[in-house]
């Protein structure tokens, strides 16, 4: 009993002493607070600047849901197209793979060109870099039925669909979520990559105006408070993961994870 | 005419994609066996002589290159629709109960798949009523992961017989069980069969277990495989454990042995 606790705190616990460390090193070697501020100083600016700080993030986040939420509906159907469909496969998935290098910083200002800077830029930012782990997990998922049970179904007449639908999209999910938790952190990235590289408003550009202002304070405030939110969802999607795929974690699936 | 007739099959050998290979290396060539209604046979051979290969061209899954197959009066073409299949991989899935895996056929076969939904009581009736069979009474709820292996396999033996299949394709279904556990499971199989009667092919590199299950036991050649021995077993059914260590089939297992290592070695 007493393990479990201790089990679930210590994170916390190492938050709270990482965060006296911080304090204790800033004050003890008098660093200068535009170079690095100390820990109280930068929770205090969350609170001196709290109107700023929540209407940034809540854009920031009302972006990245947008964006995330595009992303897993295509990129779960784009995943099955290529899970199930060599030809599709062979054809798409070389080019997503060299989509997918290509630094997302270039492509703001592209989009700046052709929608202009806003909530928009930053959601469509969130979806180009949370895409790709979705659709190849969901791929994975599919292309890896196990060939002695397509056979035991096929033998009982059993059309592709079928297949797809008993087996393929239920043995997916625990890899669908594995890329959901994954995707919903690289989604926070983009938002405010978005935010940072066009001026788009949202933590990001709240941050931007913060440094040209020499307000480092401030800039340690949003990094926190950025942590916290991509912290918070991904926390959520565990908690998704863990209800509907349990099941999983006591097979012996191997889970394919793919970042932006 | 015979239940199931495979005439001089030829059939080149395929990658895991399914793609003949180019070089167009045979796994099987002249390949022909004849079985009856309600027979139990029995393939074995040196490994990687086409075995398996040989079950799927029966059912469809794959198509011979040459010769011709006809299962109940009808040439092969498509897959069959009415086979049950096992595996020495139990391949249950983990997300369903025991029980929910033994129905998982009723999804699929017709007419079945129709009433499924509205008669699912019935169903589950069913399913727990063949597991009884199988010594896993009580376990329909359980989830395939909390099961033994040896009980994931009669698990499996009850998914390839739910509905009522006419020919059931066994691949080294105990391959992978301790000596003991094996055992039971041919008692299992054979207390099956003779409730069913229904035909039955069975794949495996146990002497023993080919002899103690079958009606005829086939011997196929090393690649590319071909039937070339076969040998009916004269024991009555049901057969005990024992009748395995009487003299004539002491023999015959030893006979069955050597023609096998004659294959092994022939080229």
Avoid at chain 1, 38 to 50: L, Q
Avoid at chain 1, 194 to 220: D, K
Avoid at chain 2, 76 to 92: C, E, H, R, W, Y
Avoid at chain 2, 132 to 141: H, I, K, M, Y
């Amino acid at each position: 009993m007493k393990n479990i606790w201790l089990e679930r705190l210590s994170p916390w616990i190492l938050t709270i002493v990482l965060i006296i460390l911080w304090e204790l090193i800033v004050k003890g070697f008098g660093i200068a607070r535009i170079v690095m501020p100390s820990a109280s100083e930068s929770f205090y600016a969350i609170w001196e600047f709290r109107d700023g700080l929540l209407n940034s993030s809540l854009t920031t986040l009302y972006a990245t849901i947008i964006g995330f939420g595009i992303a897993v509906v295509f990129g779960v159907l784009m995943g099955v197209a290529i899970g199930i469909s060599r030809p599709v496969y062979v054809t798409v998935y070389p080019l997503m793979v060299a989509f997918n290098a290509i630094p997302k910083v270039v492509v703001v200002p592209i989009l700046v060109l052709w929608i202009g800077a806003g909530l928009q830029t930053s959601a469509v930012t969130a979806f180009i870099l949370c895409f790709f782990p979705i659709v190849v997990n969901m791929a994975v998922g599919l292309a890896t039925i196990e060939p002695e049970l397509k056979d035991v179904l096929r033998a009982l007449g059993a059309k592709e669909r079928d297949i797809v639908i008993k087996v393929g999209i239920p043995r997916s999910l625990p890899y669908l979520f594995a890329s959901l938790k994954i995707a919903i952190t690289l989604a926070f990235v983009g938002a405010v990559i978005a935010e940072t590289v066009a001026g788009a408003e949202g933590i990001g550009n709240l941050m931007l105006v913060a440094s040209s202002n020499f307000n480092t304070p401030l800039m340690f405030a949003g990094i926190i408070v950025i942590a916290a939110m991509a912290t918070g969802m991904y926390g959520i999607f565990a908690m998704l993961d863990s209800r509907f795929t349990g099941w999983a974690t006591r097979g012996s699936m191997n889970f394919a994870t793919a970042g932006g | 005419m015979a239940f199931i007739e495979i005439e001089d099959v030829d059939l080149v050998y395929r990658n895991s994609f399914g793609h003949e290979v180019s070089d167009g290396t045979l796994a099987l060539s002249g390949t022909n066996l004849t079985m009856e209604r309600g027979e139990f046979i029995a393939l074995v051979g040196p490994s990687g002589c086409g075995k398996s290969t040989l079950l799927k061209v029966v059912s469809g899954l794959i198509r011979a290159n040459k010769g011709k197959v006809t299962v109940a009066g009808e040439t092969v073409t498509d897959p069959l629709k009415i086979v049950g299949m096992a595996f020495q991989n139990a391949s249950l899935l983990p997300w369903r109960s025991t029980r929910e895996n033994v129905l998982l056929p009723m999804e699929i076969v017709e007419p079945h798949r129709q009433r499924f939904r509205s008669e699912k009581a019935h169903y589950e009736e069913l399913a727990d009523k063949l597991l009884a069979t199988v010594g896993l009474e009580g376990f329909g709820d359980r989830a395939p992961w909390q099961l033994s292996g040896g009980m994931q396999q009669r698990a499996q033996l009850c998914r390839a017989l739910v509905h009522e299949p006419d020919l059931l394709l066994l691949d080294e279904p105990f391959g992978a069980l301790d000596a003991f556990t094996r055992e039971e499971l041919w008692d299992v199989l054979q207390a099956l069969y003779n409730d069913r009667k229904c035909t039955v092919m069975l794949v495996t590199h146990d002497l023993r277990e080919a002899v103690y299950l079958a009606d005829t036991v086939y011997v196929m050649s090393a690649r590319p495989g071909k039937v070339i021995l076969d040998k009916k077993i004269d024991m009555p059914r049901p057969r005990k454990l024992e009748d395995l260590y009487s003299r004539d089939i002491a023999d015959l297992i030893q006979e069955l042995r050597h023609h096998i290592n004659v294959a092994r070695t022939d080229d």
